[in-house]
């Protein structure tokens, strides 16, 4: 069974972190431009970061750009997201998912294809 499976996710104090990971069951990660989306409560999706299949190219929101970090693993699995200075307004469900154009400059072109579950992070004191 094909799966994206998000993990990491958690309670953090404003100015905190957290690393989420993304790892598929059933495939590798490694032919596969990732990305990161969250939802808050009331709000719509919204991308977060992407990385392309070798890892050259590499995009953030601007909300999150300079505290979040996207990288992949060593192996053909996971893709992490490392999440600093985390913000109340971070609070969050977290998915990755397979994104069909690569990983464009423009966030309107993140075109995501299959999904995880989600893992939930809230940011707060």
């Known amino acids: 069974q094909l799966q994206l499976v998000e993990s990491g996710g958690g309670l953090a104090q404003p100015g905190g972190s957290l690393r989420l990971s993304c790892a598929a069951s059933?495939?590798?990660?490694?032919?596969?431009?990732i990305g990161w989306f969250r939802q808050a409560p009331g709000k719509e999706r919204e991308g977060v970061s992407c990385?392309?299949?070798?890892?050259?190219?590499?995009n953030y929101a601007d909300s999150v750009k300079g505290r979040f970090t996207i990288s992949r693993g060593n192996d053909k699995n996971p893709v992490f997201l490392q999440m600093n200075r985390l913000k109340p307004e971070d609070t969050a469900i977290y998915y990755c998912?397979?994104?069909?154009?690569?990983?464009?400059?423009?966030?309107?072109?993140?075109?995501?294809?299959?999904w995880g579950q989600g893992t939930q992070v809230t940011v707060s004191s």
């Open positions: 998912a397979t994104l069909e154009l690569g990983c464009p400059h423009r966030r309107d072109l993140w075109k995501p294809d299959f």
């Open positions: 990385i392309s299949s070798s890892g050259g190219s590499i």
């Open positions: 059933g495939f590798t990660l490694d032919r596969y431009s």
